[in-house]
């Protein structure tokens, strides 16, 4: 890699710092995002929990000497969520989102670009352990197989508020978030739409874990103030904020093979394993490896052994 | 039914989120961030803590109701929450 390849990364790297403050020192064009314009980006929307905490990655690679220039993106964009069941005890959430995976390495080339919609259903409140489903609508174009698929996709999960149960933020004893997972069992099927009717369909199970190793603790402090009637009042403040500085996400899906008409692979294990490093403790900009191996459900399900390194961002 | 004070709707409203984040009330402060820390509440956690202070807006038989989209707004915080919910009752 040339000397101004190497400067353009650690400028990428570097400017970061504008994205990474914290809430009160955010720019403007942050704020309006996620406030007013209701974007959220991450590495993908697909049928899972939209806060997995898998950040969306950019990775642009430019070698003269070797005429190899290739770029690889995973983009998920969520807009505005939409309500339904406003004055029951349950809730439907509707979340239109936009997706574009893309791969220019020649062995591993892809060019997807989807959009749908995401379903989230929350029966009840949560006491102890409780479930809740999710499920997709999608369209998907693949630009390089000329493929255009229509996706359909439920899950069930479970949602806990005790500690190592599913969904919750398990914290250690210094009362730091480090772990969170979720298990979804569920129904997909693809049909491919230019040719025919074909369709293949799955019972697919899948598990979600994130995992921070190195935090460091937030300080409380006790602060006493007299009020302007002479009484004395004390408040909680923070002194130091905590802080995350790596994380470490599992994934494994496998899907058991109901019908196979489009696809004909059978049955199908997909594992992705990341590590993000966010070095100012913010887990909002960072600098990411991902090892995925199995059929890439963003690839038409292709087998694939891919290593990949970027920067991580998650709005 | 009387509409609650705010100091009732506000000790409401930090207890569930000191129950449902297993913090306690002295360690977050009201400028927190729902979703951000140390509270770390995911979309997940946010729709449940929604339904939860539904079910208590229902139970007092507030004006309005509260959405889960509304609790999910990015920067929420834990006085916006407050807030929020006191308005329910107006």
Redesign the interface.
């Known amino acids: 890699m040339k000397i101004q390849h190497l400067l353009l990364f650690f400028f990428l790297v570097s400017s970061y710092h504008c994205f990474a403050q914290d809430d009160l020192a955010r720019p403007k064009f942050y704020s309006w995002l996620e406030r007013k314009a209701k974007v959220s980006v991450r590495k993908s929307f697909d049928a899972s929990s939209k806060d997995e905490g898998k950040p969306a990655s950019f990775f642009w690679f430019n070698d003269k000497q070797n005429n190899i220039d290739y770029l690889v993106v995973d983009l998920g964009v969520k807009f505005s969520e939409f309500e339904l069941l406003r004055n029951k005890k349950s809730s439907i959430i509707l979340l239109p989102k936009v997706e574009w995976h893309t791969d220019k390495r020649d062995k591993t080339k892809k060019n997807n670009l989807s959009g749908g919609v995401n379903i989230e259903v929350f029966p009840m409140k949560t006491k102890v352990l409780g479930p809740w489903a999710l499920g997709s609508i999608d369209f998907e174009k693949d630009a390089v197989q000329d493929v255009s698929t229509l996706k359909g996709k439920f899950f069930l999960s479970v949602f806990g508020i005790k500690q190592f149960l599913p969904g919750y933020q398990t914290k250690n004893k210094r009362k730091e978030f480090f772990l969170r997972y979720y298990p979804y069992s569920g129904f997909e099927t693809f049909r491919r739409i230019d040719v025919g009717n074909l369709i293949s369909s799955y019972w697919t199970n899948r598990l979600f874990v994130e995992y921070w190793p190195i935090t460091s603790k937030q300080i409380m402090k006790s602060v006493t103030v007299k009020g302007h009637d002479g009484v004395d009042s004390t408040y909680s403040v923070r002194d130091r904020d905590g802080r995350r500085y790596l994380q470490i996400t599992a994934e494994y899906t496998f899907r058991k093979v109901l019908k196979d008409d489009f696809y004909k692979k059978g049955d199908m294990g997909w594992l992705a394993l990341g590590l993000n490093i966010y070095p100012d403790g913010i887990d909002r900009l960072g600098i990411g490896v991902e090892y995925n191996l199995g059929y890439n459900p963003s690839f038409n399900f292709e087998n694939a052994d891919i290593w990949s390194l970027g920067l991580k961002l998650k709005l | 039914m009387p509409k609650p004070t705010k100091a009732e709707v506000t000790r409401y409203v930090l207890h569930q989120i000191s129950?449902?984040?297993?913090?306690a009330e002295?360690?977050f402060?009201r400028t927190d961030?729902l979703?951000?820390?140390?509270?770390?509440?995911?979309?997940?956690?946010l729709?449940?803590l929604?339904?939860?202070i539904?079910?208590y807006l229902?139970q007092k038989e507030a004006a309005k109701?509260l959405?889960?989209?509304e609790v999910?707004?990015?920067?929420l915080t834990v006085s916006g929450l407050i807030e929020l919910v006191y308005a329910k009752f107006s």
Not at chain 2, 19 to 23: A, F, K, N, R, T
Not at chain 2, 72 to 75: D, S, V
């Open positions: 129950q449902l984040s297993g913090l002295i360690d402060l961030v979703a951000k820390q140390p509270l770390y509440f995911d979309s997940i956690g729709a449940n929604a339904l939860t539904r079910g229902q109701t959405l889960v989209t999910r707004k990015p920067g």
